[in-house]
């Protein structure tokens, strides 16, 4: 069975700066793509950030600049590394990966996610 475990959340004032790291596990075979996506309360779940064959990588305009994304080399495990974080930064963020596995069919996977609270 597929899961992936996120770590790394916590408390951090404006302008600091936090690393979530996502480890994927119960399959040998590499996802096609992992990202991250954030849900505050009230609002809709959005996507921050995702790199595709570990190589191209999308972000949320309002992450550009001060997140970055990447993923180790040759295993399902992707980092979130966020800097200048600002309140409005302030949400659950889960991890997310996909792979094809037939024409017809993608898989999809969700962690249970990590909380990120900026505020002072």
């Known amino acids: 069975q597929v899961q992936l475990v996120e770590s790394g959340g916590g408390l951090v004032q404006p302008g600091g700066s936090l690393r979530l790291s996502c480890v994927g596990s119960?399959?040998?075979?590499?996802?096609?793509?992992m990202a991250w996506y954030r849900q505050a309360p009230g609002k809709e779940r959005e996507l921050v950030a995702e790199?595709?064959?570990?190589?191209?990588?999308n972000y949320l305009e309002a992450a550009k600049g001060r997140f970055t994304i990447s993923r180790d080399n040759g295993k399902n495990t992707v980092y979130l590394q966020m800097n200048d974080l600002k309140p409005e930064d302030t949400a659950a963020y889960l991890c997310?990966?996909?792979?094809?596995?037939?024409?017809?069919?993608?898989?999809?996977?969700w962690g249970q996610g990590t909380q990120v609270t900026v505020s002072s």
């Open positions: 790199i595709i064959n570990g190589e191209s990588a």
């Open positions: 997310y990966a996909r792979r094809a596995l037939s024409i017809e069919y993608t898989a999809t996977y």
């Open positions: 119960g399959t040998t075979r590499l996802f096609d793509a």
